[in-house]
């Protein structure tokens, strides 16, 4: 038996991904129809670790088409527009309408990940002279509308409104505003996203609509009834939490001796000159101080340098490290930061011609009573950056005799670093930066009974190896997001 956890590392390790079969499905970009499926979907067995995010791709009349079985019912996916949400064809609810001959059904989310998210939807109903109320539990209502009286279109009759919360399962009532008034109408709850919207209800919605377009969001922190454990079952290999100072961390970093295939993860325990312990990590011949680790997010924080500086103690030409053919990049949990005044500050990519980013500094003039952090600018940086090149050039004005130039930098830095007016650049020479050993996508997953499964001593984390590159990670305890990641392989 498994275990369900909240937690999905997608883990490519470059060691692991190199020697992945080729012809593995590229997962989140599987296409059935015209349809993209994205994680933590997929058609291929390998691309999903939940069978609730199992994806058929079935013929019919107009194609292929995607489909999601919810207990028992086939949602065809229309669309994957949302990070954490998909939108489904959702069946509507028929009320005294003993004339249709189609069963109705209403589609019941308890058990599952998904649900039915207040912000994303709306309850809609079409008829006229009744009040439509959805309902929780079957007896708290969440809201309701007032359809029309009834008239000539009454086809095209109905009322829609907000739901006030999320939503698993519901049941609809229909109350009757005139005596006597018994007629049949529908309800559902639909996306505006499709739609037009109009009175009395969004355009191409009527008594002959048997589907509606509805987001469907997935709950990453769902863990069923087996929680967020250790497994009891089976084999379990356990790694040592290790520490070098007061920097602590475990797989897949160690400083013990290791193969050449997690070369990049070596740890190097140094004393400094008045014997205090620092880790090191060498990436492309150059030792970079690790500052902290963070399993689950899939980084580590390093002592990144300055990577322009244009004062003359402390000049810097303004290249980054290059991360290229290793497994790590920049995270995009930094930014590039850049102090001082009347310049343009431009960042390139890996090539000198590719500009990716830049900003003009505040003029001189106006800053020259104006604290560092103030006067800088920052910029945002694009995702899965292995290297990037950084240049000052000053735009003062002739005019400005009082200080035609600036000194300054420019640097990659962490989100976490504390900017403040006492932040002191005057002797820095690094800055707090994260980089990313996996990549983050949502999910969730489950650990196994095996010996893939392994665990820290302390049993605050486990993960399992679903296959070559997937690793399903869990912290005993956390209720958060959740997450999958995958490490970036060499290109």
Same mark, same amino acid.
């Given at each position: 038996?498994?275990?369900?956890?909240?937690?999905?590392?997608?883990?490519?390790?470059?060691?692991?991904?190199?020697?992945?079969?080729?012809?593995?499905?590229?997962?989140?970009?599987?296409?059935?129809?015209?349809?993209?499926?994205?994680?933590? &979907?997929?058609?291929? %067995?390998?691309?999903? $670790?939940? @069978?609730?995010?199992?994806?058929?791709? *079935?013929? !019919?009349?107009?194609?292929?088409?995607?489909?999601?079985?919810?207990?028992?019912?086939?949602?065809?996916?229309?669309?994957?527009?949302?990070?954490?949400?998909?939108?489904?064809?959702?069946?509507?609810?028929?009320?005294?309408?003993?004339?249709?001959?189609?069963?109705?059904?209403?589609?019941?989310?308890?058990?599952?990940?998904?649900?039915?998210?207040?912000?994303?939807?709306?309850?809609?109903?079409?008829?006229?002279?009744?009040?439509?109320?959805?309902?929780?539990?079957?007896?708290?209502?969440?809201?309701?509308?007032?359809?029309?009286?009834?008239?000539?279109?009454?086809?095209?009759?109905?009322?829609?409104?907000?739901?006030?919360?999320?939503?698993?399962?519901?049941?609809?009532?229909?109350?009757?505003?005139?005596?006597?008034?018994?007629?049949?109408?529908?309800?559902?709850? &639909?996306?505006?996203? %499709?739609?037009?919207? $109009?009175? @009395?209800?969004?355009?191409?919605?009527? *008594?002959? !609509?048997?589907?509606?377009?509805?987001?469907?969001?997935?709950?990453?922190?769902?863990?069923?009834?087996?929680?967020?454990?250790?497994?009891?079952?089976?084999?379990?290999?356990?790694?040592?939490?290790?520490?070098?100072?007061?920097?602590?961390?475990?797989?897949?970093?160690?400083?013990?001796?290791?193969?050449?295939?997690?070369?990049?993860?070596?740890?190097?325990?140094?004393?400094?000159?008045?014997?205090?312990?620092?880790?090191?990590?060498?990436?492309?011949?150059?030792?970079?101080?690790?500052?902290?680790?963070?399993?689950?997010?899939?980084?580590?924080?390093?002592?990144?340098?300055?990577?322009?500086?244009?004062?003359?103690?402390?000049?810097?030409?303004?290249?980054?490290?290059?991360?290229?053919?290793?497994?790590?990049?920049?995270?995009?949990?930094?930014?590039?930061?850049?102090?001082?005044?009347?310049?343009?500050?431009?960042?390139?990519?890996?090539?000198?011609?590719?500009?990716?980013?830049?900003?003009?500094?505040?003029?001189?003039?106006?800053?020259?009573?104006?604290?560092?952090?103030?006067?800088?600018?920052?910029?945002?940086?694009?995702?899965?950056?292995?290297?990037?090149?950084?240049?000052?050039?000053?735009?003062?004005?002739?005019?400005?005799?009082?200080?035609?130039?600036?000194?300054?930098?420019?640097?990659?830095?962490?989100?976490?670093?504390?900017?403040?007016?006492?932040?002191?650049?005057?002797?820095?020479?690094?800055?707090?930066?994260?980089?990313?050993?996996?990549?983050?996508?949502?999910?969730?997953?489950?650990?196994?009974?095996?010996?893939?499964?392994?665990?820290?001593?302390?049993?605050?984390?486990?993960?399992?190896?679903?296959?070559?590159?997937?690793?399903?990670?869990?912290?005993?305890?956390?209720?958060?997001?959740?997450?999958?990641?995958?490490?970036?392989?060499?290109?």
């Amino acid at each position: 038996m498994g275990f369900h956890l909240p937690l999905y590392f997608l883990f490519l390790l470059c060691p692991i991904l190199q020697a992945a079969d080729f012809q593995d499905p590229t997962c989140g970009k599987e296409v059935c129809g015209n349809i993209t499926i994205p994680s933590p &979907f997929g058609i291929h %067995s390998t691309c999903y $670790a939940d @069978p609730s995010f199992r994806v058929a791709c *079935n013929p !019919t009349p107009n194609g292929n088409k995607p489909f999601i079985n919810v207990n028992g019912i086939d949602l065809e996916v229309l669309d994957s527009i949302y990070s954490d949400a998909i939108i489904i064809s959702n069946p509507v609810t028929y009320i005294n309408c003993d004339h249709i001959s189609e069963t109705s059904v209403s589609v019941n989310l308890a058990g599952t990940p998904f649900f039915f998210s207040s912000d994303k939807n709306y309850f809609g109903s079409v008829g006229c002279e009744n009040l439509a109320t959805i309902l929780s539990n079957g007896t708290d209502s969440l809201g309701g509308c007032i359809q029309p009286r009834c008239h000539d279109d009454a086809s095209e009759s109905g009322c829609f409104t907000q739901i006030t919360a999320n939503l698993t399962s519901y049941t609809v009532n229909m109350t009757a505003m005139y005596p006597d008034s018994n007629r049949c109408a529908s309800a559902f709850i &639909f996306s505006l996203y %499709s739609f037009s919207i $109009a009175y @009395p209800l969004p355009t191409g919605i009527n *008594n002959g !609509t048997t589907h509606v377009p509805a987001v469907l969001s997935w709950n990453s922190t769902y863990c069923g009834d087996g929680g967020c454990t250790r497994p009891g079952l089976g084999p379990i290999n356990t790694y040592k939490i290790e520490s070098c100072g007061n920097v602590t961390f475990h797989y897949p970093f160690s400083m013990k001796d290791q193969d050449d295939s997690n070369v990049w993860f070596k740890v190097v325990c140094n004393k400094t000159a008045n014997g205090e312990k620092v880790p090191f990590l060498n990436i492309n011949g150059k030792n970079l101080q690790i500052l902290d680790f963070n399993f689950l997010a899939g980084t580590i924080e390093v002592n990144h340098p300055i990577t322009y500086s244009n004062c003359r103690k402390n000049h810097h030409n303004g290249m980054s490290l290059n991360l290229t053919g290793t497994c790590f990049y920049y995270s995009d949990s930094n930014y590039f930061w850049s102090s001082g005044c009347g310049n343009l500050v431009t960042i390139f990519g890996n090539e000198t011609d590719n500009l990716i980013s830049g900003c003009l500094q505040p003029s001189c003039r106006i800053n020259n009573n104006t604290s560092p952090i103030a006067s800088s600018c920052l910029l945002t940086i694009p995702k899965g950056l292995s290297s990037f090149f950084a240049n000052m050039s000053n735009m003062v004005d002739s005019s400005d005799y009082r200080r035609k130039t600036s000194c300054g930098f420019v640097s990659v830095i962490s989100y976490k670093s504390d900017l403040n007016d006492d932040f002191d650049l005057s002797n820095r020479t690094h800055f707090p930066t994260q980089l990313q050993w996996a990549t983050l996508l949502y999910g969730e997953c489950y650990l196994n009974d095996s010996s893939d499964t392994s665990c820290t001593l302390d049993g605050q984390y486990c993960w399992s190896k679903l296959s070559s590159n997937h690793l399903c990670s869990c912290q005993r305890d956390t209720n958060d997001i959740s997450y999958s990641r995958s490490c970036k392989g060499i290109s």
